[in-house]
């Protein structure tokens, strides 16, 4: 009978639990500040509740926050930084200047969780709590939030702008933004369906409501050209409208009925209901809003995944728009 030489077995064993440490220390965690923080998120709770009931509009920034921020370098609160000297904000980007909104509400729930736990919650994480808090603040569904991401030490406004999808893009360029971050199609549909409580500037659909496309409701169409004039201004473009008319302070299906009645404000939104690979997906979250919510939370805690830093990659903010 063979010897086994016990150093090999020593060494192999060590090496092994090397590796599982370093795998779970890759790996996020809904209990993660249990021990660390464990009020970090009732904190962060009281201060979305108190956001979203001043202004429902900011359900959707807040979702919108998060997802903008995961599309660029993974889910790091880069989008958070502002301009320095080592830094060129991903704020000032086509796709968030005048736009994303909500930095001022992760900027206070980060205040307030200092307060409990200094230097122990990352912002990255705040943004991501603050998403789902912010969808069951209107109705939407709520979901376990995977915790323990750190934050960037730098952005990347260069991704942003050719990363981030645009309300021009096509569905074959909008399912292809998201296959890159590891996002199915139905990933993209599911998600694209937090426009229910959304708002648009003007510029954004002006061009749609004034084509006279064949893929636009015509009584839909001129019933949008009351808020947003053809004039081409500051003033006008800036002007705000529902994307969904029907419910929009509810987290709903509405989104998807809305598209198969060719009322989809964006073409962005619009493109998911055009005979393209999409259409039955549309088709079945617009019969059936559990199926719909149900798959969101899936889609959120899959995106809020996206390449996150843990164990010793980043840094812990001290406060979010500066990593001094």
């Known amino acids: 009978m063979a010897h086994r030489n016990p150093s090999i077995t020593i060494g192999?064993?060590?090496?092994?639990?090397?590796?599982?440490?370093?795998?779970?220390?890759?790996?996020?965690?809904?209990?993660f500040y249990d021990s660390t923080c464990p009020n970090a998120l009732s904190t962060?709770?009281?201060?979305?509740?108190?956001?979203?009931?001043?202004?429902?509009?900011?359900?959707?920034?807040?979702i919108r926050l998060h997802f903008h921020d995961c599309f660029v370098q993974g889910c790091d609160a880069s989008i958070l930084l502002d301009d320095s000297s080592s830094i060129e904000s991903e704020k000032t980007a086509l796709q968030n200047?005048?736009?994303?909104?909500?930095?001022?509400?992760?900027?206070?729930?980060?205040?307030?969780?200092?307060?409990?736990?200094?230097?122990?919650?990352?912002?990255?994480?705040?943004?991501?709590?603050?998403?789902?808090?912010?969808?069951?603040?209107?109705?939407?569904?709520?979901?376990?939030?995977?915790?323990?991401?750190?934050?960037?030490?730098?952005?990347?406004?260069?991704?942003?702008?050719?990363?981030?999808?645009?309300?021009?893009?096509?569905?074959d360029t909008l399912i292809s933004r998201f296959q890159k971050k590891g996002l199915t199609a139905r990933d993209m549909v599911t998600l694209s369906g937090a426009h229910t409580i959304g708002q648009a500037q003007c510029f954004t659909f002006r061009g749609r409501i004034y084509n006279n496309a064949s893929?636009?409701?015509?009584g839909f169409a001129s019933?949008?050209?009351?808020?947003?004039?053809?004039?081409?201004?500051?003033?006008?473009?800036?002007?705000?409208?529902?994307?969904?008319?029907?419910?929009?302070?509810?987290?709903?299906?509405?989104?998807?009925?809305n598209l198969i009645q060719k009322k989809g404000l964006l073409h962005s939104?619009?493109?998911?209901?055009?005979?393209?690979?999409?259409?039955?997906?549309?088709?079945?979250?617009?019969?059936?809003?559990?199926?719909?919510?149900s798959d969101f939370a899936a889609a959120m805690i899959k995106m809020g995944d996206i390449q996150p830093l843990t164990g010793s990659a980043g840094i812990i903010r001290k406060i979010c728009t500066s990593i001094n």
């Open 269 to 293: 939104d619009q493109v998911l209901f055009s005979g393209g690979s999409t259409d039955s997906i549309v088709s079945e979250y617009s019969e059936n809003p559990t199926t719909f919510k």
């Open 12 to 31: 192999f064993v060590v090496t092994t639990l090397v590796l599982l440490a370093t795998v779970c220390d890759a790996q996020l965690s809904s209990k």
């Open 97 to 171: 200047v005048n736009s994303v909104r909500g930095y001022n509400v992760i900027d206070q729930a980060k205040t307030e969780v200092e307060k409990v736990c200094p230097g122990v919650v990352s912002c990255a994480d705040i943004v991501a709590v603050a998403a789902r808090d912010a969808s069951f603040a209107v109705g939407g569904p709520s979901w376990t939030v995977n915790l323990g991401r750190r934050d960037s030490t730098t952005a990347s406004k260069s991704e942003a702008t050719s990363d981030l999808p645009l309300f021009t893009d096509d569905l």
């Open 215 to 218: 893929d636009i409701d015509a």
């Open 44 to 62: 962060i709770r009281t201060v979305i509740r108190t956001a979203v009931s001043k202004e429902r509009r900011m359900a959707a920034s807040l």
């Open 223 to 257: 019933t949008r050209r009351r808020g947003c004039p053809s004039l081409n201004n500051n003033e006008n473009d800036k002007k705000l409208a529902a994307l969904d008319l029907v419910t929009p302070n509810s987290f709903d299906n509405n989104y998807f009925k």
